[in-house]
């Protein structure tokens, strides 16, 4: 890159302006043995600069001239305080021609509006800069007081020979248990034996497959002890988005989760950050403040545990989810990542997805079908996921029922709408919905329907009742015309 002549390849910069923010710049470059010319207009500077063999020369940097004066300069950094200046620098740039990069010193919104017009690549706010700098720095700080009052918890319980309960939300998901996981992990540097505990299912065969790989140890609450026989009790992960709180009857010591509680927890511990998109995400920062390195399955299961709650980095993903990623990429196993994101169906999915596919009614780009009365209700969530594929189809879900209960399952691709408000508006006064913007689900009790007793006899009359009152609540709260669905491909 040369604005200039001479056929050298090395590159040549120039500061215009030369305060303490020029300065401090070019001193770093000519650390760096790179080729800087300075530009001010104060000539008492300039011999100053002189002095420190500093290759700088008098020039007001509005006036003409200007743009001779760096002709041969690949990139220019225009850094005086003096906005107005800069402006005029910018503009006897851009006038005289030539492929200079140009990066200048803005003080304020407007005039880094009038500067990126005038032609800069780059426009500097100082003040901004400040108060990124500044946020970044409370940020590290805040994780790092933090990391100290969660070190003082698991001492004590370790000095004590307690045992900690780590808690995930019911039905856990990849990133729950994947934190508790990687809670466990810290717990262990302190000598601190730690359960992790569920209650529900581990149903998804993914999330089964991800547990059987990695050996992850989950206890069910009604197998493991009492929660007053541990000394400590963490909740990882559990106040899951629109679920209703799992009732809690012991003290709990730590909370840790990226969404708010329905309630206020009063734990002695609370890190709560909705801006992250998983607790995953939250837990490989506490990994690395603690300075331990992840084992292989705690990091592909921390891997994993983002990359599920992210839709693999296309939903809500933040720089923190990123960047955390980019840490375990290189301590986790991919070749299990590859075994947990493709498992063989098992039979029972199979025949849902089967059910699904021959009873779809769809409206518009929308597909409701129902799969009857199942086993494996975390099927319902695949054949939806699949039904998303089909052409034209936008959004899907899928219903079945199981042990006196109405499950429906929904997935989305439409940017327009989020399937999990869609489910709290149309089911939130019947059942338990949860969800975000492209997938959710809702549990009803069967009879809130129908008040049919559930008997061989009636099955198919219960079932139809159910699946149209379902479908004509979900096409009422998307706003779908018609309740009345067309089978078809």
Aim: aromatic share 4%; with cysteine; glycine share 6%.
């Amino acid at each position: 890159m040369s604005a200039g002549s001479g056929g050298s390849s090395r590159t040549r910069y120039a500061i215009l302006g030369c305060g303490s923010v020029g300065h401090a710049v070019a001193e770093d470059l000519t650390d760096r043995d790179r080729d800087v010319l300075i530009l001010d207009r104060d000539e008492s500077r300039v011999e100053a600069l002189r002095d420190q063999d500093l290759n700088a020369q008098v020039q007001d940097i509005a006036a003409e001239g200007v743009g001779e004066a760096v002709a041969d300069r690949d990139i220019i950094l225009i850094l005086a305080s003096d906005v107005e200046a800069n402006k005029e620098a910018v503009k006897a740039i851009r006038e005289r021609g030539g492929e200079h990069y140009v990066v200048v010193r803005a003080s304020d919104p407007v005039s880094e509006d009038e500067l990126r017009d005038l032609g800069a690549d780059v426009v500097i706010n100082p003040s901004t800069v400040i108060a990124d700098s500044a946020l970044r720095s409370l940020e590290t700080g805040e994780l790092e007081y933090m990391a100290r009052q969660l070190a003082d918890i698991l001492r004590e319980t370790g000095e004590s020979d307690g045992r900690l309960a780590i808690l995930t939300h019911d039905n856990p998901d990849p990133d729950s248990i994947a934190s508790a996981t990687a809670l466990q992990a810290i717990a262990e540097a302190y000598d601190v034996d730690a359960d992790i505990l569920y209650t529900g299912d581990v149903g998804h065969q993914e999330n089964r497959a991800f547990v059987n790989l990695l050996g992850i140890d989950l206890l069910s609450r009604e197998e493991a002890d009492p929660l007053d026989a541990y000394e400590t009790i963490a909740l990882v992960d559990h106040a899951k988005s629109g679920e209703p709180e799992m009732e809690i009857d012991a003290d709990v010591d730590v909370y840790i989760d990226h969404y708010e509680a329905d309630a206020e927890v009063d734990a002695r511990f609370v890190d709560v950050r909705t801006n992250v998109s998983s607790t995953s995400t939250i837990l490989t920062k506490y990994l690395q403040e603690f300075d331990l390195s992840p084992s292989e399955a705690v990091a592909t299961a921390l891997l994993y545990g983002i990359r599920a709650e992210t839709l693999d980095f296309k939903r809500d993903t933040t720089p923190a989810d990123l960047t955390a990623a980019a840490y375990l990429h290189p301590f986790a196993n991919h070749d299990t990542l590859e075994q947990v994101e493709s498992p063989s169906m098992s039979p029972e999915t199979l025949d849902v997805l089967a059910e699904a596919i021959q009873n779809r009614e769809v409206q518009g780009s929308h597909l409701f079908s129902t799969a009857g009365f199942i086993r494996d209700r975390e099927a319902l969530a695949q054949a939806a996921q699949h039904l998303l594929n089909l052409e034209g189809i936008t959004t899907t879900a899928v219903l079945g029922i199981a042990d006196e209960k109405i499950y429906l399952s929904a997935r989305s691709k439409d940017i327009r709408i989020n399937i999990g408000n869609v489910l709290q508006e149309a089911f939130e006064d019947m059942g338990d919905a949860a969800g975000h913007s492209t997938q959710g689900s809702v549990e009803i009790p069967l009879g809130i329907f129908t008040g049919i007793e559930t008997s061989d006899e009636n099955r198919d009359t219960l079932l139809q009742l159910t699946e149209e009152a379902v479908r004509r609540k979900l096409f009422d709260a998307m706003g779908v015309e018609g309740s009345e669905g067309s089978n078809g491909s």
